[in-house]
């Protein structure tokens, strides 16, 4: 019940097209879901989070989208840039000093 | 603002050898700080976290341990390094919120 089920494991998309990352989870009483980008040799940097009181965050060309019902939610990126090839992490947290973290999405883009 | 930091960027050690893996956050009292491992093309294991001087939570038992000597550093050590332990150490810091903020690890190999 603790975990973050992350899918795809990698994804490959074309620059310009959309990238889409889900993440699901069991416990419902999360309630702090962020994205997490990183890029080969450095550390996690927060790309943007949600809490459950909203079913949609955007921030740039990033949008979080979150179903509560069905326990899901997942990370576009809009017209995906090479520079957007990265690694990314979905986690969540509820009412604790610990995040759960998914296992990952490798997302590379090609011109 | 705030600022984490991690040394050293890079070491080889061999087996049986100790470890010392050093992390200190800037421009923030009483933060949590947390250790994680992330294996090459995994996700992040978190090791140990901290709510304050010296209160800390093992997560994975293992050979390695940490300490806090102080309330903005965070250290993790080993007395017998394994060929399991090479990896990338993340060290991340948060202040009464979810988000945590890592640092830019240290990359250990045990040969």
């Known amino acids: 019940q603790q975990q973050v089920k992350q899918s795809p494991q990698s994804l490959i998309v074309q620059k310009g097209g959309i990238s889409i990352i889900n993440c699901a989870y069991e416990?419902?009483?999360?309630?702090?879901f962020p994205w997490y980008q990183q890029f080969p040799g450095k550390g996690p940097a927060l790309l943007i989070a949600i809490r459950p009181d909203v079913s949609e965050k955007k921030e740039g060309r990033f949008t979080i989208s979150f179903n509560k019902s069905a326990k899901q939610f997942s990370l576009h990126i809009m017209d995906s840039q090479p520079g957007d090839s990265a690694t990314y992490f979905c986690?969540?947290?509820?009412?604790?000093?610990?995040?759960?973290f998914g296992t990952g999405t490798r997302l590379q883009v090609f011109p | 603002s705030q600022t984490i930091h991690q040394w050293p960027a890079t070491l080889v050690q061999p087996v049986g050898s100790p470890l010392s893996l050093e992390c200190t956050v800037e421009?923030?009292?009483?933060?949590?700080l947390y250790w994680y491992r992330q294996a090459a093309g995994r996700g992040l294991q978190l090791l140990f976290y901290s709510i304050g001087i010296d209160q800390i939570s093992s997560e994975v038992p293992q050979n390695l341990s940490a300490s806090r000597p102080q309330d903005r550093q965070f250290i993790l050590s080993s007395k017998k390094l394994l060929l399991s332990d090479s990896g990338f150490y993340l060290c991340?810091?948060?202040?009464?919120?979810?988000?945590?903020?890592f640092g830019p690890g240290t990359r250990l190999t045990v040969l």
């Open positions: 991340a810091w948060s202040f009464r919120t979810d988000t945590q903020y």
């Open positions: 421009g923030t009292s009483n933060p949590n």
């Open positions: 986690a969540a947290a509820w009412n604790t000093d610990k995040l759960i």
């Open positions: 416990n419902t009483a999360f309630d702090y």
